[in-house]
């Protein structure tokens, strides 16, 4: 066995074992501890889950001092969860089918996550409901509006149902856009979560990279739910994609990190 067959498989198997942890955590845990107790643990999970996987976490911007608050971001790979809770403990919408994934699918739904079932219209307004609830409470969500993955190269149409949860709870709309980058600065698609990759496909085109950068910006633009919820989908929209084109990231990535994110 060479030695990048076994850095992958050590990757792996420190994976299982943090995610086995994650688990014994959400069961007995959780119970005990307090809101915010319960986010400070998931934040360091989720910053020790992607040092486990090589991945470097690059925080531009904070996340805005509002409350309410909703993030809005560009999907790229199941990674965007924990590159987001590893800075800001947030709940998130996912699609139906990952409740149904291994253990994961059960941590997830623990750590707050919604699932929607897309094929079904009247799902949305439960889904919305849920989350206008949420955010009323002072929880943090992130949507991901595109409404599926990419490799990260473009950002596609953002479908505006997910935002109207934050003007029913008059919640700020902050943009946040995420990239992935190999060790020399090129797009990293081995992180993405696209096309028809399953789960394991992707952890293992993950693992054949020594490293891989992932750059978060949270923008500077924060959003009040003033106008309709297409037009800020379009604003959210146009921000993360001009922080994601090669002229803005190039200033962008020279600049030192506004934040650290410790997994310990």
Not at 56 to 67: D, F, I, M, S, W
Not at 97 to 120: M, Y
Not at 239 to 261: C, F, G, K, W
């Amino acid at each position: 066995m060479n030695a990048r067959h076994t850095t992958r498989l050590l990757r792996i198997t420190r994976l299982a074992l943090h995610v086995a942890r994650g688990l014994a955590t959400a069961a007995f845990v959780f119970p005990l501890q307090t809101s915010e107790a319960r986010k400070s643990t998931i934040r360091r999970w989720s910053a020790r889950l992607l040092k486990i996987l090589a991945v470097r976490l690059h925080v531009h911007g904070e996340p805005a001092a509002c409350n309410p608050l909703m993030l809005v971001a560009n999907h790229v790979s199941w990674l965007d969860i924990f590159v987001i809770n590893a800075v800001i403990p947030a709940r998130f919408v996912a699609k139906s089918e990952i409740r149904g994934w291994p253990l994961l699918g059960w941590l997830s739904e623990r750590s707050g996550t919604l699932f929607i079932q897309r094929a079904r219209r009247r799902d949305t307004a439960r889904i919305n409901s849920e989350v206008t609830a949420a955010l009323s409470s002072g929880d943090v969500f992130a949507v991901f509006p595109e409404g599926t993955t990419t490799d990260g190269s473009t950002v596609l149409k953002f479908h505006s149902s997910l935002l109207a949860p934050a003007l029913s709870a008059n919640a700020a709309i902050q943009p946040v856009a995420i990239r992935f980058a190999r060790t020399d600065g090129s797009l990293c698609v081995e992180a993405a979560y696209d096309g028809d990759k399953s789960f394991w496909d992707s952890l293992r085109e993950m693992t054949t990279q020594r490293s891989i950068d992932a750059h978060v910006w949270f923008s500077a633009t924060v959003l009040r739910p003033a106008q309709h919820r297409r037009e800020l989908a379009a604003t959210a929209h146009e921000t993360i994609a001009l922080i994601l084109s090669p002229e803005a990231r190039r200033n962008h990535i020279e600049q030192a990190d506004d934040l650290r994110v410790s997994a310990r």
